[in-house]
């Protein structure tokens, strides 16, 4: 291949003052196809070389296990393990920041939002989880709107009855138990 190389070098270019000129664009990009032909003949066994030396790491790493006796092996696999534990305490770690912040949000909003809440409200929606209050939050706005049900769910606002309705809540077993003894509050 470089022979051929040369002589089209040599067919093609003109030397003038040490420097190489082609006559035209064809015979310089068969110059430099040639030249990229021999690199990429230099590089052509690289993924079976690869395959190879995988194969090759997977086998030293068989017999140094052969090798080792039952306490090295128990503690080559404890370190093991401790390094996965690590990872995973890391990702739960940061889960449990992120929660944190996600839980801080949610706070936010639902401080805001409880301004327009009656006192009979908020005691229902601090007796639900955080997640749930916003839903409720916005029901009792449904409620209060001018057209609402005005007066719906806002009872007579005694602690007793902000306490029974609160109990009621954290016995509720699912979202939908928590809903009807929203709305049967509301209808009182």
């Not at 070098?9 to 003052?17: L, R, S, V």
């Not at 021999?38 to 086998?59: F, N, P, R, V």
């Amino acid at each position: 291949m470089s022979d051929e190389t040369n002589k089209t070098d040599a067919q093609t270019a003109e030397p003038k003052g040490g420097e190489v000129i082609f006559k035209t664009q064809a015979d310089f990009d068969a110059v430099i196809q040639g030249r990229l032909a021999k690199e990429k003949a230099k590089y052509a066994d690289y993924d079976q070389t690869k395959e190879t030396l995988a194969t090759l790491q997977a086998e030293i790493e068989e017999r140094k296990k052969a090798e080792m006796s039952e306490l090295e092996k128990a503690q080559a696999e404890l370190s093991e393990w401790k390094a996965k534990a690590s990872e995973y305490e890391k990702s739960v770690k940061q889960f449990k920041t992120e929660q944190e912040a996600r839980d801080a949000k949610e706070t936010e909003k639902v401080e805001a939002a409880m301004s327009e809440l009656t006192d009979t409200q908020k005691g229902i929606v601090n007796a639900l989880p955080l997640y749930d209050r916003m839903s409720a939050i916005n029901e009792f706005k449904q409620v209060n709107k001018p057209g609402g049900m005005q007066g719906a769910g806002k009872g007579n606002g005694s602690p007793g009855q902000n306490e029974d309705l609160a109990t009621q809540l954290q016995g509720a077993k699912n979202q939908r138990e928590r809903d009807e003894i929203i709305r049967r509050s509301m209808k009182n």
